[in-house]
């Protein structure tokens, strides 16, 4: 997750804060570690990561696509 880290350095962005949406387990894992939100769309490897999901990686939120994904970040009060 180094350069997650290092652009939430960057940006001055508190990790808690910010999401990140990603589709495989790889994206998750670096969400997680760097403390994250994650959020999972059910595209491209999205439906077969969402079957084996870690529980370590939880809490996840699926959304079905992209548009989705931002649909729910930026209506979250």
Do not use: W
């Amino acid at each position: 997750p180094g350069m997650l880290i290092e652009a939430l350095k960057k940006y001055g962005a508190a990790a808690k804060d910010t999401p990140f949406i990603g589709d495989a387990v790889t994206d998750l894992q670096a969400a997680h570690a760097a403390n994250c939100q994650r959020y999972l769309v059910m595209t491209g490897k999205g439906r077969e990561t969402s079957q084996t999901l870690p529980d370590a990686l939880k809490p996840v939120t699926l959304c079905d696509d992209l548009l989705a994904a931002a649909r729910k970040i930026t209506t979250q009060t």
